[in-house]
């Protein structure tokens, strides 16, 4: 079935550091793709988003883009804050139905 | 803020009873999905209704239900319960239940705790 795949493990960088966190997925058709983002005990909340190939998604200075050659879909920002630890989860929608990845904890340290 | 609800935030419950959490989606959203976040299994998609009917369907259990009232409230019920049904149960919303094109909206979820 469709899935997304994640990088292992937490992600911790210094303020104003660049950030990148990987996404690949698996997919029959076009899937719709996501970023999410859980603050410390809050719900999700839709980062970005990107419904066709080539497509850019981009919210608070976060951007990712929907490669279909490489079924990536990579987060980066070029400058992280301290209020930007989270945990971010890629989605994907197809097959009715939306799929996470594991998540990664990021944590930016001042 | 999403606008949407979620009760009760916490529940503390034995093995082999059966619970009911709450879900209110925001003004003017006509469908609503529920999800299972757990250490292990991470976040899974259980199921989706649109203005009352079921539209799609996730790793929910046989032991899980679910429905969506006039009103557009939605209930999960989980039955015979086990502990490795110790999890967060998040509902979201959206408004055409269009979830590939649609931004989903996230409540603060319902925290159990089987025992």
């Known amino acids: 079935g469709d899935s997304v795949t994640q990088m292992e493990g937490p992600v911790t960088l210094s303020e104003e550091a660049f950030l990148t966190i990987n996404c690949t997925y698996t997919a029959t058709g076009y899937p719709s793709l996501f970023w999410y983002v859980q603050y410390p005990g809050e719900g999700l909340q839709l980062l970005l988003k990107a419904t066709k190939a080539d497509d850019k998604g981009s919210n608070k200075g976060f951007e990712a883009t929907y490669r279909k050659e490489t079924t990536s879909f990579h987060l980066e920002k070029g400058s992280v804050q301290v209020s930007d630890s989270a945990v971010y989860f890629c989605?994907?929608?197809?097959?009715?139905?939306?799929?996470f990845g594991k998540g990664n904890q990021v944590v930016v340290i001042p | 803020d999403s606008g949407v609800t979620q009760t009760p935030k916490h529940l503390i419950t034995a093995t082999g009873q059966r619970v009911t959490l709450r879900c209110s989606p925001r003004?003017?959203?006509?469908?609503v999905y529920w999800y299972q976040q757990s250490l292990d299994q991470g976040l899974q998609f259980l199921i989706q209704y649109y203005n009352g009917e079921e539209r799609a369907k996730g790793n929910i259990l046989e032991r899980f239900s679910a429905q969506q009232f006039p009103d557009l409230h939605s209930e999960l019920n989980l039955s015979s319960l086990e502990l490795g049904d110790s999890a967060l149960y998040f509902c979201a919303s959206s408004t055409l239940g269009l979830a590939g094109k649609e931004t989903q909206y996230f409540g603060p979820g319902t925290r159990l705790l089987v025992l």
């Open positions: 989605a994907l929608w197809g097959n009715n139905r939306l799929a």
């Open positions: 003004s003017g959203d006509l469908s």
